[in-house]
């Protein structure tokens, strides 16, 4: 499904999932995703979230980045401008589900911060140090706190 605003288009892909993970919340992801750049002084031109599952991102990991690990999230940004945020963000349901079993945590919230990590990696966060780690983690909690408000 593709939700359009002037020049910002959220794109939502659901490759060999069964369900698709929004559950009929498009819009409010797609204000969510643009309120989250606009406060970090981004705007998103163009960007893909594709839902998939864990052989779907291990392919990925694989063949493009010479990694042979599974992982929740894997971005391939198109743009160094944060007035341009363009990219495609792959996304494991399975390891989401998993983690938000793992960490006790609905399957939503842990969904809504995994899609907050790949959109904070382009806003110029990272997460290679235990500071920046930190730091990140501390942007996702906001991130699916402001979700959970829907003051936005």
Not at 40 to 61: K, P, S
Request: glycine share 4%; hydrophobic share 35%.
């Amino acid at each position: 499904m593709t939700i359009n605003s002037g020049m910002q288009k959220i794109v939502f892909h659901n490759e060999r999932n069964k369900i698709h993970p929004l559950k009929g919340k498009i819009k409010k992801y797609k204000n969510w995703l643009m309120a989250i750049a606009a406060e970090e002084g981004g705007e998103i031109d163009e960007i893909h979230f594709i839902f998939c599952d864990d052989d779907y991102v291990l392919e990925i990991n694989r063949n493009f980045l010479n990694h042979d690990y599974f992982t929740d999230i894997i971005t391939f940004p198109y743009s160094q401008e944060k007035n341009k945020l363009k990219a495609d963000i792959y996304i494991s349901i399975d390891t989401v589900r998993s983690n938000a079993e793992e960490y006790n945590e609905s399957f939503e919230n842990e969904l809504n911060r995994v899609m907050a990590h790949g959109l904070l990696h382009l806003l110029g966060y990272n997460d290679k140090s235990e500071f920046e780690s930190e730091l990140m983690r501390k942007m996702e909690d906001g991130c699916v706190l402001l979700w959970n408000s829907e003051n936005y």
